[in-house]
């Protein structure tokens, strides 16, 4: 049993409105000083593997559902 | 009949599959597009072509000539718009939905369903199908959910079906409405090799034709693009939806352009007639 962290990111140099709104917002909120702010997506998946096989399942995950590699990279961790 | 080792068809023998899942909510609106070309279309649940349900309701992909993906949503797009839907769709069906498109039969995606078709690989296709996307439908540049009529400009050579009844040049209404409809790809070269294969299709204009970016162009697509189809030309994906531009009483301007008809017809009757000349 084995509980993944698998985090989804925009590739570098891909706009991010999400990202940019969400700093505008909080500038507006009267939040100074704040140099960047970038979206992500965060999924934390329990499986019944363990070890490499379990980081294997998940770099599966992501290359048939969780990321589309023209604009999103990932990275898996165990936790 | 045959033609060329093609058959032709009457319009109400064509038999189109209008596929949804959990959350599609435009197949309604797209079933009546083809219906009003005269068409046979039917709406159909994924889990009806994977063998699920009773058997009554079981049907197969194979039977039908022409499939659309509707618009709206699809299993709340999480992850990514469309994401969930093409996963689903290429897990169950990645092979019968394949040889749908090699054998040319019209496939068209309308929003959710064209953020489907990039999703599954089969467009934008310019070095084949693909088992992962080329292409993707990012976040607006305004970040937000644009949603108005848009103007469009007929851009194919001839090599899409579902405009063959559209003038090239031409500029027709469809209204948007997406939050993710930016067209962009990692190839430099994405728009010209899309230029050179004759597989752009509609480009974002103003109402006079011209190219004019935002708001006209409501999501910051790469060269203005709304709509592109793959190199074969049989399968179409757009952003705006010509099925929500049938009657001429929708259009916004509809008291002073005195049209018999919306502008998204053409679309479904362009592909009628490219089954049933």
Known sequence: MAVAEIRIELKKGVADPEGQNTKKALELLGFEGISSVRSMKFFQVELDLEGDEAVQACEEMCRKLLANPVIQSYSVQLK | MENNGVKRMRPEEIKVCVLRIEGT??????????????????MVHLNQLTGHGAASARRSLEDYDALAFPGGFSAGDYVRAGAIFAARAKSALGK??????????PVIGICNGFQILVELGLLPATDGISDVPTAALFTNDSGR?????????????????FTKKIGRGRTVMFPSAHAEGKLMSADRRFVDRLEDNDQVVFRYVSPDGRSAGYPWNPNGSA?????ICNPAGNVLGLMPHP????????????TRRHKKEGDGLAVFRSM????SP
Do not use: M, Q
């Open chain 2, 272 to 275: 009628v007639e490219s089954l």
């Open chain 2, 25 to 42: 909510n435009c197949e309604e609106e797209t079933h009546r597009a083809f219906a009003a070309v005269g068409c046979s279309p039917e």
């Open chain 2, 223 to 227: 060269s203005d693009i709304a709509g």
């Open chain 2, 96 to 105: 019968e939905i394949k040889d749908f498109v090699v054998a040319e039969k």
């Open chain 2, 243 to 254: 099925e929500r531009a049938l009657d001429a009483y929708t259009a916004p301007d509809w």
């Open chain 2, 145 to 161: 959910f644009e949603c108005r009529p848009t103007y469009l400009r007929n851009e194919s050579r001839g090599k899409c079906i």
